[in-house]
């Protein structure tokens, strides 16, 4: 069936190790996102891409970094210089004009 | 850039009754969509409705429905005959499609738990 996997679905880390959170899709769809998810707080835009090779800052990319290499993988990376990463993280996906669809999620944790 | 605010963090409702969330945005642009998505316990957000902004004719899928009033930048959800099954968080979102924005960058409220009561 198509869809979008994050991997993986929990996450431990220390502090000041870098992590890397998976995003694969296969329903062909060019646009791929990163979001963040807090208690009390809607979702916040990382980083998006809207073709390979390609992408753009969301609100909050500080401290993140992406590569988009293939149409169908959109990893994140957590850098030791995000003060706060933990946080519930949420993949998407989209066509020119459609709707998002959604990973999952992956919930990250700093000891 | 746009805000979207959902007043409500929670709101309850009785099995086979009906309950409307509010939502509420800012934008100085004339065309845009409006979204709403359910995330039920599993955290997986769904699409619930979308309305595009052009379109007077609110949007119903179903049991959902919505009242969108475009001069007070309004976005309610209506849910009818609700499920015990309806019970997550639902989020109303925005999106641009000014400038070249078309891929759907969304901005998201803050989120109102939903709780159904048998």
């Known amino acids: 069936d198509g869809g979008i996997t994050q991997s993986p679905k929990y996450l431990f880390r220390k502090e000041g190790q870098n992590v890397t959170l998976s995003c694969e899709q296969n329903l062909n769809h060019d646009a791929m996102y990163w979001y963040r998810q807090d208690p009390g707080q809607g979702l916040r835009l990382i980083y998006y891409s809207q073709i390979v090779n390609d992408f753009q800052k969301g609100d909050i990319a500080e401290g993140y970094s992406v590569s988009r290499e293939k149409k169908e993988s959109f990893p994140l990376t957590v850098t030791s210089a995000q003060k706060n990463p933990t946080a519930f993280y949420l993949c998407?996906?989209?066509?020119?004009?459609?709707?998002?669809?959604f990973g999952e999620g992956s919930r990250l944790t700093v000891l | 850039a746009q805000t979207v605010t959902q007043s409500q963090p929670e709101m309850s409702v009785q099995e086979a009754e009906t309950v409307t969330l509010s939502c509420t945005y800012d934008t100085s642009e004339s065309d845009y969509y409006l979204f709403w998505y359910k995330q039920p316990p599993s955290r997986q957000m769904i699409l619930v409705i979308r309305?595009?902004?052009?379109?007077?004719q609110n949007a119903t899928e179903n049991r959902f429905s919505v009242n969108f009033q475009k001069a007070a930048k309004s976005f309610s959800l209506k849910i009818s005959d609700s499920q015990l099954g309806d019970a997550a968080m639902y989020f109303c979102a925005y999106r641009s499609v000014a400038g070249g924005t078309s891929y759907g960058k969304l901005t998201f409220g803050q989120g109102t738990i939903l709780t159904v009561h048998p």
């Open positions: 998407a996906s989209s066509l020119k004009g459609g709707e998002l669809f």
């Open positions: 309305q595009e902004a052009y379109k007077q």
